[in-house]
């Protein structure tokens, strides 16, 4: 799963409960574990820090909490080798 802002390698379970072009997570990662240089948008994170992929911004001006609620991604099929 990637975007401007990141890549991880995570589990993906499709679902009829979910529809199709979009990605639903309950966590933001097992921990960062990057395969390369930490902080290069290149480097994919094996712990699956969903957080990479999302918005810095907050809720609003006056409230200082995260406001992630969406973000665009891609998704590919892992072609590399043991992670």
């Known amino acids: 799963m990637y ?6 390698l995570t589990i993906v379970t499709v679902t009829p409960r979910i529809i199709e072009g979009v ?4 966590s933001s ?8 240089e930490p902080g290069d948008p290149k480097t994919i994170d094996r712990g ?5 992929l999302t918005n810095a911004r907050f809720i ?15 998704i ?3 072609k590399g080798g043991e992670a």
């Open 3 to 8: 975007n401007d802002r990141g890549a991880i």
């Open 23 to 26: 990605v639903h997570s309950y």
């Open 29 to 36: 990662g097992g921990g960062y574990d990057p395969m390369g």
């Open 48 to 52: 699956g820090t969903i957080n990479q």
């Open 60 to 74: 609003s001006k006056n409230c200082p909490g995260m406001g992630p609620n969406s973000c665009l991604v891609e």
């Open 76 to 78: 590919e099929k892992w």
